[in-house]
């Protein structure tokens, strides 16, 4: 490898905006348009933005351990970078190795490389996700998810293999990638031959400048480098008085807009699909109420299917105007091309930790100023464009800088169980890039304590521990399974997770008609012990009839997430057959012995029935509702029920619920009932 010196290298000055897409839409597929399709693909790689900076970012490479690169979305980075140090040679020092956020972007992007070197996937380029990988002894450039790099940071603590890591979509700042970058930097330091590019969309590029820094190096460790996207000018617009419902006003904006501006296309940000779905109805009201309205709506989230999301991306027929009403996904991870327009509600669902419950909860709250910007610079992307705040002025400038890191703002015994596989002793004093709040540690410490899963001296537990750091799933799911297998229930318990790893399998459509009708035809599935043991009722249904659409037609379910329910739970009885020793037995119709089950899981989110008639949480006395999408929502109520995660909207809403009975908690959790008393 020879030493290269470029013609210009630009310092980098200017700070580049952090943070901004939640983690709620984790499953999103990840898409890229191409507007250059129809080009070689050699020609193709020679148009991209991220060219020009080539011998830069060889250079800054050669003379720094950490590369902080910052490029719009599309600009090359993902497929670029790693071919870049191929060519010149980097990988004679070991693997280059690529971190993604998600497994369909792992895949779609190795797959992409490995067809611009006109190669097989496999052969240099290849990748490893749980459950499948493509790589070989010739592969030199390995895209994986983050999680497959912290597990082989098990068997080799050095990244020894590695010689070049690419963090991409860093902005993200999940858990994974925060605890990922805190785990780098302490083997950084202790193998100065490593290099590290952290690659964004948007980051707070000066943030991970200073975390990348520590004393006694003679030169900064990092440095940071902008690629120039090509933007215009975008006209922002705010509203003179706070608006009562986002919802209703981001039609009404999308409506006149559509009236009285010149052609282009509108993108509206809205925070769910429950969301995206109202303003998609109340939009073709508009439509229907006039003779040639000229507008083609199209919803956009997460868990829509592959072929559905496409459709933003086409242009609009000839003479019409689209717009997309969609969640966060579209703020940094896609571009749509044709969008002039950008309406913000100023919000976003987040998962959030509440301290009063202990637990996560789901949240819409105020977008940060960074997001707003992202969301802003959509408008853009062709042209000048507009940008219509649903909020006012002042609320804008109120908006917080950033929006805190997953680590800051969830429960954390997830990443304490990883943190603590990888014999980190102290959790406390782990150098994280954003440490979190030490009540949430301490809280997520007690609760795998009282799971079983650490000792008093807080070191992992033989097997119960070290089961719960290695299996995919929270630690309260990975203890029903493990008492499963003791208490012969591993088959059905199995199903039940495979089907809470998936997005609802409950069609909810939404006019009020086909509301009422799947209402009823969910019916013949639910049961008075609650969500999950409804959810087996599901897929044995689904199962017996053969898996067919029609069946699920009939009986309004989403044909698709079934599907995968069903390839989850094959893949997952496989892994557990294959590594874990989990005794698999059915109990054959014991429904109380799932419910048991159940509860040896979930025994610290208990509610009891107030005599006020009101649900309360066992642990902190707070009020929980049962949500209405719930089983039990229009059943009489129970005495005592478990349930698996909470909602905050209007009240603190209680989802995949599951009635249990008091001796239970005494029975299966002693030394956590022990302390708390069980009222009445
Ligand atoms: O990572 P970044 O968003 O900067 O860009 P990228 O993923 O490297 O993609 C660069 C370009 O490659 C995109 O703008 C697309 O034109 C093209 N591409 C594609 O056509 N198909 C893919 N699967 C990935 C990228
Ligand atoms: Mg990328």
Redesign the pocket.
């Known amino acids: 490898m020879s030493t290269l010196k470029p013609k210009f290298l630009k310092p980098e000055t200017d700070d580049a905006i952090t943070d901004s897409a939640g983690h709620e839409e984790a499953a999103a597929t990840?898409f890229?348009?191409?507007?250059?399709?129809n080009l070689g693909l050699q020609e193709?790689?020679e148009r991209?933005?991220?060219r020009k900076y080539r011998d830069q970012i060889l250079y800054c490479l050669e003379h720094h351990q950490v590369l902080i690169l910052v490029?719009?979305?599309?600009?090359?980075?993902?497929?670029?970078?790693p071919q870049y140090l191929y060519e010149w040679g980097w990988h004679t020092k070991g693997l280059i190795g690529i971190t993604e956020p998600r497994r369909v972007a792992t895949l779609?992007?190795a797959?992409?490389?490995a067809?611009e070197r006109g190669e097989l996937i496999g052969a240099t380029v290849g990748y490893v996700v749980r459950f499948m990988e493509r790589f070989t002894a010739e592969t030199h450039i390995k895209f994986m998810t983050e999680g497959i790099l912290l597990r082989e940071l098990l068997a080799d603590p050095l990244l020894t293999q590695y010689g070049v890591i690419i963090v991409?979509?860093a902005h993200e700042r999940n858990m994974l990638t925060d605890l990922l970058l805190g785990l780098l930097k302490k083997i950084l330091r202790k193998r100065s031959n490593l290099k590290l590019i952290i690659?964004s969309?948007t980051i707070d590029a000066s943030f991970f400048a200073e975390f990348f820094s520590w004393p006694g190096a003679d030169q900064p460790i990092s440095i940071k480098l902008t690629?120039e996207g090509r933007m215009h000018e975008v006209n922002h617009y705010y509203v003179n008085e706070p608006c009562a419902d986002y919802v209703r006003e981001t039609v009404e904006t999308a409506w006149k807009l559509h009236q009285r501006e010149p052609p282009g296309d509108i993108l509206a940000f809205l925070t769910g699909q429950d969301e995206v779905l109202e303003a998609r109805d109340l939009l073709q009201e508009y439509i229907a109420s006039t003779e040639t309205a000229n507008l083609k709506v199209l919803p956009m989230y997460g868990s829509m299917s592959s072929t559905d999301q496409l459709s933003v991306f086409f242009t609009a027929p000839k003479g019409m105007r689209k717009v997309v009403l969609a969640t966060n996904i579209a703020e940094t991870s896609l571009?749509i091309p044709g969008i002039v327009y950008v309406i913000d509600s100023g919000y976003v669902k987040l998962k959030c930790f509440n301290p009063s419950t202990c637990s996560d909860s789901l949240v819409i709250v105020p977008v940060s100023k960074a997001s707003a910007i992202q969301r802003a610079g959509r408008a853009g992307r062709l042209r000048p464009g507009k940008i219509f705040h649903l909020y006012t002025r002042q609320d804008y400038d109120a908006l917080a800088p950033r929006q805190p890191p997953e680590l800051r703002r969830s429960e954390l015994s997830a990443a304490v169980l990883q943190l603590k596989a990888l014999g980190i002793k102290n959790i406390l004093r782990f150098d994280f890039p954003s440490p979190p709040p030490a009540k949430n540690l301490l809280a997520a410490l007690e609760l795998l304590y009282a799971l079983n899963a650490l000792d008093v001296d807080g070191e992992l537990t033989q097997p119960v521990g070290y089961l719960l750091a290695e299996l995919p799933f929270s630690a309260m799911l990975s203890k029903m399974l493990f008492v499963s297998g003791q208490l012969g229930c591993a088959e059905e318990i199995i199903t039940i997770i495979a089907m809470l790893q998936v997005q609802s399998v409950f069609s909810r459509p939404a006019s009020a008609a086909a509301q009422q009708m799947g209402r009823i035809a969910h019916r013949h599935f639910e049961v008075a012990e609650g969500d999950l043991v409804t959810l087996l009722n599901v897929h044995s249904a689904f199962v017996e009839a053969g898996m067919t659409k029609e069946f699920c037609g009939q009986y309004y379910l989403i044909y698709r997430n079934l599907k995968r329910a069903c390839e989850l739970r094959e893949q997952l009885l496989n892994l557990i057959r294959r590594k874990y020793g989990i005794a698999i037995f059915s109990c054959k119709g014991d429904v109380e012995l799932l419910c048991k089950c159940i509860t040896a899981g979930f025994f610290t989110q208990v509610a009891y029935l107030h005599h006020s008639g009101v649900y309360r949480q066992i642990s902190s006395g707070v009020e929980l509702a049962i949500h209405p999408n719930s089983t039990l929502y229009t059943l009489p109520a129970a005495k005592y029920i478990v349930y698996g995660e909470l909602l905050q909207t209007t009240k603190l809403f209680m989802n995949q619920v599951t009635v249990i009975r008091q001796e239970w908690l005494t029975e299966l959790a002693p030394h956590y009932y022990q302390q708390t008393t069980v009222r009445d």
């Open positions: 990840s890229v348009f191409n507007t250059n399709h193709q790689r991209l933005p991220i490029g719009e979305t599309g600009s090359g980075k993902s497929t670029q970078v779609t992007l797959n992409r490389v067809e991409d979509e690659s969309a690629i571009t």
